[in-house]
């Protein structure tokens, strides 16, 4: 059911913890399935994304894609960390069951949050960026997999 990578991130979690006095830090959730995603980011001055945390209350699938994400954001640009897509994380998964695709959309609303919380926290603009939304649903899955 769940590709070696997903089982690899769930057993074995990169960056899991907090950021005291991060730059930005984001909590997402879905109400149906009860997942929560609290991802943090340490930003440099030249808005590098230095260290990145999270902390993730769900199933398999969750801790997976938060671990996976925090892989892709840290070492990149707030520019860059905007394109990285719920798709981005399943394919650097190598797959997730129909069912489960919802956590990598939490998964890029986490790290759009914690990026709202810095530009809010430092008065600038991010081009794409919105406000993240309270609850994450699977209606928002725009694409098949």
């Known amino acids: 059911m769940y590709t070696d990578k997903v089982m690899d991130h ?8 907090e950021i005291e006095n991060a730059s930005g830090m984001g909590t997402v959730g879905n109400a149906k399935c009860g997942d929560i995603m609290r991802m943090y980011l340490d930003i440099d001055e030249n ?3 230095q260290d990145v945390k999270f902390k993730t209350f769900g199933c398999g699938a969750a801790v997976a894609t938060s671990s996976m994400a925090t892989e892709l954001v840290k070492g990149k640009t707030v520019k860059e960390a905007m ?5 981005a994380v399943c394919e650097a998964l190598d797959g997730l069951p129909p069912v489960k695709i919802h956590c990598s959309l939490l998964a890029e609303e986490a790290i759009h949050a914690a990026l709202w919380d ?3 926290k430092n008065g600038i603009m991010i081009d794409g960026l919105k406000k993240p ?3 994450i649903g699977e209606e928002e899955v725009e694409e098949e997999y």
Do not use: C, L, M, W
């Open 118 to 120: 810095y530009a809010n």
């Open 83 to 87: 394109e990285i897509t719920n798709q």
């Open 133 to 135: 939304k309270s609850d």
């Open 10 to 17: 769930f057993e074995h979690p990169r960056n899991v913890g």
């Open 47 to 49: 808005q590098i994304i």
